[in-house]
C-alpha cells in the first residue's frame, strides 16, 4: 500500500508496471528491510555459521537459505541474483499479509561440530590414508 500511495503521489499518468515494482522496493524501508540489493549483498557476504550471524532482517537470512548457501557464494551475480530476488520478493509479500519470520535459535545448530584436537585430526588423517593406500 506504501508503495501504491507514492506512486499516485508522484505519478502524472498511470504508473507502468516495473515503477509501480520499484516504488513497492522503495517502501521496504518502511518495515525495516533493506532494498533487495543490499539484501543480496549481505547474504553473499554472511560468514558461516549462518543460522549464528546478526542479520539486519530475519527476511533476508530465509531469501538466502531458500536461494542456496552455495548458490550465492559460488555462481556469478547474473545468474544468483535473479533467484534471490524472487525469493525476496515472495517473502516479502508475505511478511507484509502478516506472516511472521523467525531466525533459527543458534544452539539448535546441529551441523555445527566443535574443531577437532591436533591428535585427532592427526589420526583421521592417518585413517583416511590408510583406506586410500596412500603411503605419503
Not at 69 to 94: D, G, I, K, M, Q
Not at 96 to 119: F, H, I, V, W, Y
Amino acid at each position: 500500500m506504501l508503495g501504491a500511495k507514492r506512486v499516485i503521489e508522484t505519478s502524472d499518468y498511470l504508473p507502468t508496471l516495473n515503477r509501480m515494482m520499484q516504488c513497492c522496493e522503495s517502501s521496504h524501508d518502511a518495515q525495516g528491510l533493506p532494498s533487495p540489493r543490499e539484501a543480496y549483498l549481505e547474504a553473499c557476504n554472511a560468514p558461516s555459521p549462518k543460522a549464528r550471524f546478526h542479520w539486519s532482517h530475519p527476511l533476508i537470512y530465509h531469501a538466502g537459505l531458500e536461494t542456496g548457501w552455495y548458490r550465492l557464494a559460488n555462481e556469478p551475480e547474473t545468474s544468483s541474483y535473479p533467484v534471490f530476488l524472487e525469493h525476496y520478493r515472495r517473502l516479502s509479500r508475505e511478511l507484509a499479509r502478516g506472516e511472521q519470520l523467525a531466525l533459527p535459535n543458534p544452539s539448535d545448530d546441529t551441523n555445527e561440530k566443535p574443531p577437532l584436537s591436533r591428535e585427532e585430526s592427526r589420526q583421521r588423517l592417518a585413517e583416511l590414508k590408510s583406506v586410500l593406500k596412500l603411503d605419503v
